[in-house]
């Protein structure tokens, strides 16, 4: 379809079932691949509501792959693999080794289950049929020369759902990427998918030279964990803002490294700061100077 934005379905009964969604990255006339050096990472994110459907969240289904040159035939068969994450709770859900020998959103054997992994809710269970839209992402970061780690989240819905996944160091020798792969399974049974703003981007290897920025925010309880890269070595602050204006507010990390905090040689920092008391819309930024000096 060559669009960022598909629709899969028209919202009539059983209009969807079982659809197998696949992009490829670029353009028709121009399609891309991305291979990553080491310390570069991948991640195809977008925005999905899903219409008419069941919450059976183990059929809804994301991947990252090599699709071999099979695309273009409508091939199935993605021989040179991926990452696939199958969405849930369970012992069975979270990222697989996709199969190399049959469909890219299968789970059948072949699609090896990735170990140790690690499966986070923190609120909410999917529901098939929200006018709330769920925001979805996968990453793929090559660590080493033969590794690489792999996060994934969906969040949002009537529910309020919020699950993530986590991977980490899994060896492979699949650096080369070039298509994202969905499922959305006869269980899942939605008549209408309406996907938006689905997009491709790589951070460079090394720290950042530009300023600092937030790479990841997660919320569990009253406690929100903040990823960050910066320049190694450089003295950060955390400010807070309730309307996206006025960033006098500094927030204090409440795990070490304290105030003003540190990057490492790398130019990466993870720390944890009290929400409690912020309000229901609340934004927070690093930035190298002093918000209340």
Same mark, same amino acid.
């Given at each position: 379809?060559?669009? &960022?934005?598909?629709?899969?379905?028209?919202?009539?009964?059983?209009?969807?079932?079982?659809?197998?969604?696949?992009? %490829?990255?670029?353009?028709?006339?121009?399609?891309?691949?991305?291979?990553?050096?080491? /310390?570069?990472?991948?991640?195809?994110?977008?925005? =999905?509501? =899903?219409?008419? $459907?069941?919450?059976?969240?183990?059929? @809804? %289904?994301?991947?990252?792959?090599?699709? #071999?040159?099979?695309?273009?035939?409508? $091939? *199935?068969?993605?021989?040179? /693999?991926?990452?696939? +994450?199958?969405? /849930?709770?369970? !012992?069975?859900?979270?990222?697989?080794?996709? %199969?190399?020998?049959?469909?890219?959103?299968?789970?059948?054997?072949?699609?090896?289950?990735?170990?140790?992994?690690?499966?986070?809710?923190?609120?909410?269970?999917? &529901?098939?049929?929200?006018?709330?839209?769920?925001?979805?992402?996968?990453?793929?970061? %090559?660590?080493?020369?033969?590794?690489?780690?792999?996060?994934?989240?969906?969040?949002? $819905?009537?529910?309020?759902?919020?699950?993530?996944? *986590?991977?980490?160091?899994?060896?492979?020798? +699949?650096?080369?990427?070039?298509?994202? /792969? @969905?499922?959305?399974?006869?269980? @899942?049974?939605?008549?209408?998918?309406? =996907? #938006?703003?689905?997009?491709?981007?790589?951070?460079?290897?090394?720290?950042?030279?530009?300023?600092?920025?937030?790479?990841?925010?997660?919320?569990?309880?009253?406690?929100?964990?903040?990823?960050?890269? $910066?320049?190694?070595?450089?003295?950060?602050?955390?400010?807070?803002?309730?309307? @996206?204006?006025?960033?006098?507010?500094?927030?204090?990390?409440?795990?070490?490294?304290? #105030? !003003?905090?540190?990057?490492?040689?790398?130019?990466? =920092?993870?720390?944890?700061?009290?929400?409690?008391?912020?309000?229901?819309?609340?934004?927070?930024?690093?930035?190298?100077?002093?918000?209340?000096?």
């Amino acid at each position: 379809m060559d669009s &960022d934005s598909p629709t899969i379905g028209d919202g009539t009964a059983n209009n969807a079932d079982d659809a197998w969604v696949a992009g %490829r990255f670029g353009t028709v006339a121009t399609p891309a691949d991305v291979t990553l050096a080491i /310390g570069e990472t991948l991640t195809v994110s977008g925005s =999905l509501i =899903l219409t008419g $459907g069941l919450g059976v969240d183990s059929n @809804l %289904r994301f991947g990252v792959f090599d699709e #071999s040159g099979q695309f273009a035939s409508g $091939g *199935t068969t993605w021989s040179n /693999g991926g990452w696939l +994450l199958r969405a /849930g709770a369970n !012992p069975d859900d979270g990222w697989h080794k996709a %199969r190399t020998n049959g469909a890219f959103v299968s789970t059948n054997p072949n699609a090896a289950i990735i170990t140790p992994r690690t499966n986070t809710n923190t609120g909410g269970a999917l &529901d098939g049929d929200s006018t709330i839209a769920y925001d979805w992402s996968i990453s793929v970061t %090559r660590d080493s020369a033969t590794t690489v780690d792999l996060f994934g989240s969906i969040a949002g $819905g009537d529910n309020a759902y919020n699950q993530t996944y *986590t991977a980490n160091d899994i060896a492979t020798s +699949l650096f080369t990427y070039n298509a994202v /792969g @969905l499922l959305f399974g006869a269980s @899942l049974d939605v008549d209408q998918a309406v =996907l #938006s703003g689905v997009q491709y981007t790589v951070v460079p290897s090394g720290p950042p030279s530009e300023e600092p920025k937030i790479t990841s925010f997660s919320i569990a309880g009253t406690s929100a964990t903040v990823v960050m890269m $910066g320049a190694p070595g450089t003295d950060y602050y955390c400010a807070g803002s309730g309307d @996206l204006t006025d960033w006098t507010t500094e927030v204090v990390p409440t795990d070490t490294p304290g #105030s !003003p905090f540190q990057t490492n040689a790398s130019g990466d =920092l993870t720390f944890t700061v009290d929400i409690s008391s912020f309000g229901s819309s609340y934004f927070f930024r690093v930035q190298d100077t002093d918000p209340n000096p």
